[in-house]
């Protein structure tokens, strides 16, 4: 009877292991989820930014050397 009852008991603690891994894989994905999203704001601004510089050359006419 000992072992059928240490069997549950083990995979109880492996089930709550697991429980816990899933909850911080979890969180961990939604954190680079967000800094994802931030850095694509950001890389949005700096090509707009650039758009922009390069629109403000073309019309002056001036060259790069």
Do not use: H, S
């Amino acid at each position: 009877m000992f072992w059928p009852m240490l069997a549950i008991a083990l995979g109880f603690l492996g089930l709550a292991v697991l429980g816990v891994l899933a909850v911080k894989v979890f969180l961990e994905v939604q954190r680079l989820g967000r800094q994802v999203a931030r850095t694509t704001e950001r890389i949005t601004r700096a090509a707009e930014e650039l758009e922009e510089a390069a629109t403000d050359l073309a019309r002056t006419g001036e060259t790069l050397r």
